[in-house]
């Protein structure tokens, strides 16, 4: 018991939260993950960057298993990814996810979205389910929208539902998949805020976006990926300012200067 | 048979006056097994076409085979033959008698298994249709907050998928009560059942078939119209 726990507070202690080792997919004839690497630290924010069709999304899907993998693996928190099934479920809990279209369960209200997890899935009794589910809608800014269906509100809102839908699992990590690519130019910064504030709590995030000013303002680290690889990884100043790859000078340049 | 006209003369008087000589089923008795037929195997087919469609959609491959090869071939066979192999060969040859004492409650409820049997693989490919309305994404955020297979197949995908099929449902519905008829086959005494006895008793056969008509047409519609008015009603909005 005791050399387990010890074993346990070794990993914490390296802070290592999200390990993937030489993970590679295929989808077809497409290589679409090519030998990946990256570890993610505990609390820190790391945003994936990189032209669309580079892997990108299919990265941050393989972290909870949306995406099977090939080869490699991909450890959280210490344990390895188990296959489909209960312990698939409970490490799915820990890992919260935000959608590119927030997918809100349509037949549910916002209120019951942020509730159904605690639930169904922490057993959590149901005031206590809809106190949190309250404080969360709260904390993003949502908290008067709590009996709409997710059909009603903007989509900068809805976003924002999916936040504190996943927030209310209290995950060790937060991914992120384009969060604000469907939205309108003028809701995404009230999602950008929320995830801002977040990373302030110190959150572990791996977020994967296009937005640059986030990756500027709240990434710990940035990685550029193209064509199925990591081809940089760099503290955002360094990366926007001076980019060493290639790859990276060109996709910057065809992004910053407009 | 001519008894009542022996009793009652003034009865000759009344148009319709040859209904009430029936009385083993009534006429509203034979409409009243026709709804509990339609009732008991609607309940179950809803509860098996569900569960069959749980199985088409599973990610395990024998499941998804026997729903598969269960809808392909009970759709296929004509629902006279399910109903008469209920009774001929499950009572006859199988002693499967559904713990009925008597004839009558064992074709009753041999029916009701046959009607289940069949209306069930249309139940499931209504509703198989319905899950593929729901988005990916739906299921997706359903397994990313750690619910199961079982769970977001029950919390999240089929509640939307039965209020996109209701209109559908309300067809095989429908279908399922005129279906009935067939159980007249094994002696039910249905609604049907009644309006053989009456046509070959009596000289008014068009009169006969309108009252029939009449009668399924007034169990159908309200189905249709509730049914209808509940699928615009529960609409998921999206």
């Not at chain 2, 319905?130 to 769970?151: D, H, K, S, W, Y």
């Not at chain 2, 009252?211 to 169990?219: D, E, S, T, Y």
């Amino acid at each position: 018991m005791t050399e387990v726990s010890v074993a346990k507070e070794d990993a914490a202690a390296t802070g290592e939260l999200v390990v993937l080792k030489s993970v590679n997919k295929h989808f077809g004839a497409l290589h679409v993950l090519q030998d990946i690497d990256l570890t993610i630290a505990r609390g820190e924010v790391v945003v994936v960057i990189g032209p669309s069709g580079s892997g990108k999304s299919t990265l941050c899907r393989t972290i909870n298993r949306l995406e099977t993998i090939d080869s490699g693996t991909i450890a959280i928190d210490g344990k390895p990814l188990p296959a489909e099934g209960k312990e698939l479920a409970r490490l799915r809990a820990d890992v919260g996810m935000v959608f590119q279209s927030f997918n809100l369960f349509a037949h549910k209200t916002v209120l019951e979205n942020v509730m159904l997890g605690q639930i169904k899935v922490r057993k959590a009794d149901k005031k206590k389910a809809e106190e949190k589910a309250r404080s969360l809608l709260d904390r993003v800014g949502v908290g008067s929208q709590a009996d709409k269906y997710p059909a009603q509100l903007s989509g900068g809102q809805q976003q924002r539902v999916a936040i504190a839908r996943a927030l209310a699992m209290d995950p060790k990590v937060m991914l992120f998949d384009e969060p604000t690519s469907a939205l309108d130019p003028e809701m995404i910064n009230e999602v950008l805020e929320v995830m801002q504030q977040l990373a302030r709590d110190g959150m572990t995030m791996i977020v994967v976006t296009h937005e640059m000013g986030f990756a500027r303002s709240a990434a710990n680290r940035v990685v550029f990926m193209a064509d199925g690889r990591i081809v940089e990884e760099a503290v955002p100043d360094q990366f926007f300012s001076a980019p060493r790859s290639d790859r990276a000078k060109d996709f910057l340049s065809k992004i910053l200067h407009h | 048979m001519p008894s009542t006209y022996a009793t009652h003369p003034e009865a000759r008087d009344i148009v319709f006056d040859f209904i009430s000589d029936y009385d083993n089923p009534t006429l509203l008795g034979a409409f009243w097994m026709t709804v509990k037929l339609t009732f008991f195997s609607g309940i179950g087919s809803l509860v098996w076409g569900t569960l069959l469609a749980a199985m088409r959609v599973s990610p395990v491959p024998l499941m998804r085979g026997f729903g598969t090869a269960y809808v392909n071939i009970v759709r296929n066979i004509p629902l006279t033959v399910i109903i008469l192999f209920c009774s001929l060969g499950l009572a006859d040859i199988f002693h499967v008698t559904m713990g009925a004492s008597d004839f009558k409650i064992q074709g009753f409820r041999l029916a009701i298994l046959g009607f289940t049997a069949y209306t069930a693989a249309f139940v499931c490919e209504a509703l198989r249709s319905g899950i593929n309305t729901v988005p990916m994404g739906q299921a997706e955020a359903a397994r990313a907050i750690g619910l199961n297979f079982t769970q977001t197949l029950r919390l999240i995908v089929l509640p939307q998928a039965f209020r996109a099929v209701i209109g559908p449902l309300a067809n095989v519905l429908i279908a399922l009560t005129k279906n009935t008829t067939v159980a007249a086959a094994i002696g039910v005494a249905e609604a049907a059942y009644l309006m053989k006895q009456m046509i070959e008793n009596e000289a008014a056969t068009l009169l006969i078939g309108a009252i029939f008509a009449f009668g399924f047409v007034v169990l159908t519609l309200p189905t249709g119209l509730i049914l209808g008015w509940l699928s615009k009603r529960l609409a998921v909005k999206r």
